[in-house]
């Protein structure tokens, strides 16, 4: 299976890789032919998510490493070694997450936002500015941002993760605009694009809550084929675009 897909010679970086969402999507990228990349701030986590893709792939190349992405100098040091490795990189695939919320607006806690915009737009920041250059240099670059609905419609308990959310979407709108910039109209190869869930749910929720409906959640094995799917649709189609998984609020 593996080297005869869609991807086949691509190569892709998973930041957040060691989580469900990415354990999904570190297998369907290296089921579609692409070498993968998969970086977690968690050793033993992403060493088990490597290892199952390759695996459950038949043996495709799927590697990890522990990078600290709060830290632009290593997330810039992960970029440079994987092009200097494989020749090149074709994508970002940020699936670097984190929710806290509350019972009402008034008692949102503001730790809650010092901690959700490491996460969720630092992270960003980072992974975009440190693979910028090498997508721009790929025929087939792309960015990939996992985003919420609540981005858009947030609701008086959420308001830290919202706002986050939201903040990660212009800056990657920020980079649509730079790959276009960079691109023309008519050369355009590199893109950004943003993928939006309500939230996700995954095999092992669904075993602890047997009862619950997780209406309007997207199972990260669908969320994983839809991040391949940026792959098979021209640049100009998915640059600055939000791609909704779930119904628009």
Known sequence: M??????????IA?????????RAALLRLAEAGATVVGADNDPERLAEAVDAARYASGGATVTGEPVDLLDLQSTRDWADHIEKDFGRIDGL????GGWRGSETFIKTSLDDWDFLELLLIRTVQHTSLAFYEALQRSDRGRYVLISAAGATNPTAGNASYAA???AAEAWTLALADAFRKAGG???LTS??????????VHDAMRADRPNAKF?????????ADAVVGVWDKPAADVNGNRLWLTEKP
């Open 185 to 187: 109209a008519e050369d």
């Open 191 to 200: 893109a950004a694009a943003i993928l939006v869930v309500k939230a996700l």
């Open 164 to 166: 986050a959310k939201a």
């Open 215 to 223: 209406a309007g959640f997207t199972d990260v094995k669908d969320l």
């Open 2 to 11: 593996a080297g005869n897909g869609a991807l086949n010679g691509a190569v």
């Open 93 to 96: 695939v940020h699936l670097v």
């Open 14 to 22: 998973v930041a957040g890789a060691g989580g469900p969402a990415g």
